[in-house]
């Protein structure tokens, strides 16, 4: 798996499509999917953010917080833009960081972008497996996509 710099090397293009997709509001923001217990997918809305090279979000005590401590497989698909359908999907392992430094860079970035933070809400980093980009070149109701697609080696 790779961290969002690696991944940014490998596939530039792929990677700007992204970080704009992810930061369209300001604060990044996508739809987490983890896996409960049962094995069942779970949906929820969060802030990720890319700091030092790598992809993190902040995940306050919560049901996703302990699905991916049990349970690190995650996928995380941005919000569409306003004027098309164009999507972003990264998939792979999150991870609790443990670490003071990491978790005040990332909460400050989150901070600087306009997310509020709780101050109970713990760092985890989001590693690569793969990730699509689909971009709908006529805006919306298009199709078919341009997709591209990148794995981690």
Same mark, same amino acid.
């Given at each position: 798996?790779?961290? #969002?710099?690696?991944?940014?090397?490998? /596939?530039? @293009?792929? $990677?700007? $499509? !992204?970080? %704009?997709?992810?930061? %369209?509001?300001?604060? !990044?923001?996508?739809?987490?999917?983890?896996?409960?217990?049962?094995?069942?997918?779970?949906? *929820?809305?969060?802030?990720?953010?890319?700091? @030092?090279?790598?992809l993190y979000a902040l995940i306050g005590p919560s049901?996703?917080?302990?699905?991916?401590?049990?349970?690190?497989?995650? $996928?995380? *698909?941005?919000?569409?833009?306003?004027?098309?359908?164009?999507?972003?999907?990264?998939?792979?392992? /999150?991870?609790?960081?443990?670490?003071?430094?990491?978790?005040?860079?990332?909460?400050?970035?989150?901070?600087?972008? !306009?997310?509020?933070?709780?101050?109970?809400?713990?760092?985890?980093?989001?590693?690569?497996?793969?990730?699509? *980009? /689909?971009?709908?070149?006529?805006g919306h109701g298009t199709w078919p996509p341009k997709?591209?697609? #990148?794995?981690?080696?």
């Amino acid at each position: 798996m790779a961290t #969002w710099n690696e991944f940014e090397a490998d /596939a530039p @293009d792929i $990677a700007a $499509a !992204g970080r %704009q997709m992810l930061y %369209q509001f300001g604060v !990044g923001l996508a739809f987490l999917a983890t896996l409960r217990k049962d094995g069942a997918p779970r949906l *929820h809305p969060i802030c990720p953010t890319i700091v @030092d090279g790598h992809l993190y979000a902040l995940i306050g005590p919560s049901p996703k917080r302990g699905d991916l401590k049990r349970d690190g497989r995650y $996928a995380l *698909h941005t919000f569409p833009p306003v004027d098309v359908d164009d999507e972003f999907l990264v998939m792979g392992r /999150a991870a609790f960081i443990d670490d003071k430094a990491i978790e005040e860079k990332v909460r400050n970035d989150c901070v600087s972008r !306009g997310m509020t933070s709780t101050g109970d809400d713990l760092p985890f980093e989001f590693r690569i497996e793969s990730v699509m *980009h /689909a971009k709908y070149p006529g805006g919306h109701g298009t199709w078919p996509p341009k997709y591209s697609i #990148w794995k981690s080696s």
